[in-house]
């Protein structure tokens, strides 16, 4: 969201008004990404040996990002130029795929173009230097293909193109039956894939694909529009359906055993609000909420058995391990908790209630109380938090996610049970972490109630902001990041942030934090 809205800035900022304000996720998360394409694009032993020469020139010197990409020019002989431009350009690039099938040849064409939409201060964006790892999987087998690119042999199922221009094309010779191309494996690029998959196609490489981020990210892709196709449905006052096809490819990831069992949690999870909501015009709250819910309950439905089943299968032998093989079982088991709770069954929350007695692990503890927190607000629950609380009373990091859990929970009362929290004895509010922990929980993790229609919401931080800024402006900047997307919600809501961004600027005394952070996300 940072990277397409008003805060957009480049990983190397060419400006700022208060530096603080950029700890951001675009330096550190899409900075890191840009790192990790070098490596891609030149290997490991050339990207080794960049890193060697790069210690050997500058080991203890202040230095800049383009002395590391020089350093990985010269001991690869790669031209890198038109990489540099990851430094510079701010915004997320569309890259656009399309393939022609040629029976009669065996051939597949595969087309791609990028393109960068203009972001704040940079109306203009050149073409990058985009690495994209890729395979063609064959529709019988579920199997990548030998790939014999531009009539040369076939090296392998597994090739990295290198996009360098706003539109190349490539050929794949040798090839039996039309494949399904599987593309950014391992998320070569940081970039938003558009192509001409349908349903059945996604559906496929969700439970065949070998690559398990493009695995993840098919189930994605096509929870995306299952969802959103939904809350067409709810506009029009029609049920919404699931197309069965994502039903089968589900149940086909959460049979995989082949898959680790991290990797299988990760894509047996739905995309959530956030992302959700940055793929519509405009933010529908409460139908977008309801559509996701919809969707947690009929795969909840669905595939009841199953999670049962390996729930139980995967509980722990003995004490709490933290081999990888332990903290795999952990994964998949609370996934599959999290699902059995939202199931609709009279005593769905009984597992989550048995869990969390019997774990001797924060992970399984944890886990088991998020689902106990967004249940009905009896004495049960009451009682689990209460016992969390005394048992950890003296961790302040365990703390903070206990204060976290509540704040995020979808009861109506969400906002009223924050305020209460405010008052608790654990709570400070001079500590930023538990300022965070809370507020920011609410704030930016709780979209439906934070986002309520009545702005209390917005007022909350509001108030909470100018409080804020005149103990510790950077923790005040950061919790308002909340309002940046103000304009992706519909116009009620819009006037609501968009008012209380102008009563923030008019504080008294407004630190540089907020001032720069407020004025850019009206501005």
Known sequence: PEDA???AHPVRPDAYIEISNFYTATVYEKGAEVIRMLHTLLGPAAFRAGMDLYFERHDGQAVTCDDFVQAMQDASGA????????????????????????????????????HTAPTPGQPDKRPLQVPVRMALIDRATGRAQPLAIDGAPAAGTEAVLSLDAARRSWVFSGLAAEPVPSLLRGFSAPVNLVDALGEDDLAFL??????????WEAGQRLAVRVILAGVECLRAGSPMEVPEAYLRGFGRTLAAASLDGRDRA????????TYLGEQMAEIDVERLHAARETLVRTLAGRHRDTFARLWTALAPDGPGRHDGESVARRALRNACLAYLCRSGEPDARAPAYEQYARADTMTDQIAALACIVEGEEDEAREQALDAFYRQWAREPLVMDKWFALQARSESPQALARVRALMTHPAYDPRNPNRIRALVGSFCQGNPLRFHGPDGSGYAFLRDEVLRLDRQNPQVAARLLGALNRWRKYDAPRRALMSAALR?????????????????????
């Open 79 to 114: 031209d890198l130029s038109r990489f540099r431009l990851w430094y510079a350009q701010a915004g997320t690039p569309q890259l656009r795929a399309s393939g022609q099938w040629n029976a009669a040849a065996g051939e597949y064409a595969l087309t791609l173009e990028q």
């Open 266 to 273: 990760l894509a047996l999870a739905l995309p959530d609000f």
């Open 5 to 7: 809205g008003p805060l």
């Open 503 to 523: 009563e923030i600027l008019a504080g008294p005394g407004l630190s540089a934090d907020v001032y720069e952070v407020a004025s850019k996300a009206l501005g």
């Open 206 to 215: 969700m439970g065949h694909d070998d690559d398990p981020f493009n695995r």
